[in-house]
């Protein structure tokens, strides 16, 4: 079982900067797939970035490229999302996700078969 918690949500005005954190803990393995995932009121949860177990791959929704980097300490099993240039179409819950499969870039991309955090509220303002 893994466990994920996220942290660092927030209230900001539109042109603003957020920096999301998950942690990770209940696995003895080092190095695995992170994601983040987010969902606005009344719509479906949508992927949003997501990082290789070595670290050396990201990928982004088309949404946020540019504006959003994801990045891992893995000594600390710990993901980051930093948000710059926020828009309030961003707004909505955000979810960190790790696959059961640890190296799997595609299952947290897609966000199947992984473990949940509880998620962490981003409001943008206009």
């Known amino acids: 079982q893994v466990q994920l918690v996220e942290s660092g949500g927030g209230l900001v005005q539109a042109g603003g900067s957020l920096r999301l954190s998950c942690a990770a803990s209940g696995r003895t393995f080092s190095q695995y797939a992170m994601g983040w995932f987010r969902q606005a009121p009344g719509k479906e949860r949508e992927f949003v970035a997501a990082?290789?177990?070595?670290?050396?791959?990201?990928y982004y929704a088309d949404s946020v490229k540019g504006r959003l980097t994801i990045s891992s300490d893995n000594a600390k099993n710990t993901v980051y999302l930093q948000m710059n240039s926020l828009k309030p179409e961003d707004t909505a819950v955000y979810y960190c996700?790790?696959?059961?499969?640890?190296?799997?870039?595609?299952?947290?991309?897609?966000?199947?078969?992984?473990?949940w955090g509880q998620g962490t509220q981003v409001t943008v303002s206009s």
């Open positions: 990082i290789s177990w070595t670290g050396g791959k990201t």
């Open positions: 996700a790790v696959p059961r499969n640890p190296t799997s870039d595609y299952d947290v991309q897609i966000g199947r078969n992984c473990y």
